[in-house]
């Protein structure tokens, strides 16, 4: 036996498999890395994700949300332990459905009174911050709407934005000279 003194780490609770102890290495370089230590991620949580949408005869439209800073930028050596996220980008979902278009928004940690929402016939921009929670998104809506018919509510964290589409679907003739 080894009097070499084995470290405790999130990994001890599993069985002793040299899979997990990589996995283990892998996560601490890469937070020696981005210059964080686990104890202060441990007090705001990160969150990253995107979305992919596809309108047949469009290009994929892939969009990034979360409140991850963009580290090839704010990671260089001299700026490594100046890190500090201001803004989160909230997880949006935007549906057609008939001639509505319904904005799904998530702000947890946040009160009715704390959000902002401005909407144009062809955008809509989100703000709300509570304390250290701050959120801000400038949505582009899929149609032309109407910002008049705009109707939202907010219950458990979850921001739902409905607006009615102008014209949706509706055809025209078109006379040809």
Do not use: C, W
Not at 128 to 135: K, L, P, Q, V
């Amino acid at each position: 036996m080894s009097d070499k003194r084995k470290r405790r780490g999130f990994f001890d609770k599993f069985p002793d498999d040299e899979d997990f102890r990589d996995i283990e290495d892998i996560i601490e370089h890469m937070m020696e890395k981005f210059g964080l230590d686990l104890d202060d991620i441990s007090k705001q949580p990160f969150v990253y994700g995107f979305s992919v949408s596809k309108r047949p005869g469009e290009e994929p439209e892939i969009r990034e949300f979360g409140n991850m800073p963009d580290y090839e930028e704010d990671l260089s050596p001299e700026n490594r332990h100046q890190v500090r996220i201001e803004q989160t980008q909230p997880l949006i979902d935007i549906f057609e459905i008939d001639d509505m278009v319904h904005v799904v928004a998530e702000l947890p940690g946040v009160e009715k009174s704390d959000i902002e929402v401005n909407a144009s016939e062809s955008s809509m921009e989100l703000k709300a911050s509570s304390g250290d929670i701050e959120y801000f998104e400038h949505v582009e809506f899929p149609v032309t709407v109407d910002p008049d018919t705009a109707q939202a509510n907010y219950r458990n964290g979850v921001l739902e934005v409905i607006l009615t589409a102008k014209d949706f679907g509706k055809k025209r003739l078109i006379q040809i000279d």
